[in-house]
């Protein structure tokens, strides 16, 4: 069966810049409203602690306005935060509550506490913070300290939730602090900051912020589509022949569209048709991709750090392009919702394709005609694992599928909807 995609496609708002917009709204001194809030689990779980740390809100639909508490007024919870699969909510929360009224403690699901929280507690301890871990696992328990002193902190991951974690601590401490990494990962969290009014800026790989001198000031977001859950769709309109397909609306922020970088040096066909210069603190614009013949290409880790939750379509666009292409550092897959860097060459190897791992490095040549497994190997419950095996599957030419697994809901509950929506079988 042949399927071509068609058609226009509002997505749901962006994750990232939503877990962060509620963070800050928490903190700013009055009411912070976002439009087109994701429905997602993970965005639930962000509100659902910010609820148990005494801030309020009211929703409707994709709409919520956020009380602040006019600065780090956290209540002490009756129960321990439960940070579900969430590994933003909690590496951000651990910096936002850095300097806690209370000893509080944080626990996380079964993939959640078995993914790495040193890499952000070992430097909210070297600005002083108390808190202890499971062998660098959740749970963690946060004991009060009087203050948080600034630091000049060196990350040797390139995470934009620990550089977004110590810039939380950052506002809350004695003197400047300044956070630098190998990569310059995405911004949303210094963009939101500075809209929020902090003294935030950026020298080159370096981010200095200063303690707040008054509390932030509250904001009034329309979220952009999240460019992570367009990858799916870019990625199969330009596999798929024949199609066409409009996003409105997309975030287009450069820090988190490294993938298209790399598909339009692969022969990608991509246009922006209209980019308006919003006074949004993201940019955002309606993306047109059409179906292209791809050629392969070498992904440096850089480009692999920016478009870490892309990698694993990637790795399915690499088997339908001519040649050999290479996706540098991709270790850090492994400690993602689970260890994706297995999922997707076990995804991808059960429908035919190559894909060899050579030290840090995957070697993927194409093009290869893909077919559908009868038996699907066993995946991790991961949504991003789950998206990758339907968009393979559609590249393969099985049926759309009528349902989807339970966890594509942590980012894209209405997928199966936008499934039929768009994808014309022939
Ligand atoms: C995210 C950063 C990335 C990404 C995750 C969301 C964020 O994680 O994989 O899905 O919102 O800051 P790392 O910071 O661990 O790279």
Known sequence: MDHTIQGSLRLPGDKSIAHRALMIGAIAQGDTTIDHLPDGGDVETTIDVLVALGVTSERSGQHITVHGLGGFHWQTPANALAMNNSGTTTRLMLGLLACPPAPLLLTGDASLSQRPMARITDPLRLMEAQMATTEGHLPIRIHPVRTLHGADIQLTVASAQVKSGILFAGLQATGDTTVTGPVHTRDHTERLLQKAGADISRTGLTVHIKPLQAPLQPLQIDLASDFSTAAFWIVLATLLSDSQLQLPGLSLNPTRTTLLDILVRMNGDFQVVDFPQAAAAEPMGTLQVNSAKLTSTTVDAAESARAIDELPLLALAATQAAGRTVIHHIDELAVKESDRRAATESILRSC?????????????????????????????????????????????GAPVPTTVPPVVAVSYPELTYDLTKLVTSR
């Open 352 to 396: 035919g394709a190559t894909i060899d791992r050579q030290g840090d490095s995957w070697v993927v040549p194409g093009p290869v005609a893909l077919h559908a497994p009868d038996q699907w190997p066993d995946l991790p419950a991961d949504h991003r694992m789950a998206m990758l095996q339907i968009a393979a599957a559609l590249v393969a």
